[in-house]
């Protein structure tokens, strides 16, 4: 005679998500890439001072951050205002394109 064991899961469900460096390959150019460019550039190199380069940067921290500009839980000015419009997908797809970038390094002059 079979039993039939039930579990139930009462805890949230978390979305598995595997940054792009993990899964391999490059990952596609960004459908709302155009919104950070000005910025910070399309390899994550900045040319601005004061932005921070964000090439090769963590993939996990930067959907951190960007949802966190979204929902206005990190205060970021013009962050908030490009990130408002992210959905999870455009958030995901920007951080593993910066993520797979070259990181960059300061110069050795220091300028």
């Known amino acids: 005679m079979a039993t039939s064991v039930w579990v139930s899961w009462t805890g949230p469900v978390f979305r598995r998500t595997t ?3 993990a899964a391999g390959g490059t990952p596609e150019r960004p459908a ?3 919104l950070c460019v000005a910025c910070h550039g399309v390899e994550g190199v900045s040319r ?3 932005t921070p380069h964000i090439a ?3 993939e996990i921290y930067l959907r951190k951050v960007l949802r966190e500009y ?3 839980r990190r205060n970021g000015g013009a962050m908030n205002a490009a990130a408002g419009s ?3 997908d455009d958030i995901d797809s920007l ?3 910066y993520a797979a970038q070259r990181w960059v390094t300061a110069p ?3 300028s």
């Open 95 to 97: 951080a593993a394109w």
């Open 108 to 110: 050795e002059d220091g």
């Open 86 to 88: 992210l959905s999870q």
């Open 56 to 58: 090769g940067q963590d």
């Open 48 to 50: 601005i001072p004061g």
């Open 19 to 21: 940054p792009a460096s």
């Open 70 to 72: 979204r929902d206005n």
């Open 32 to 34: 709302k890439l155009g």
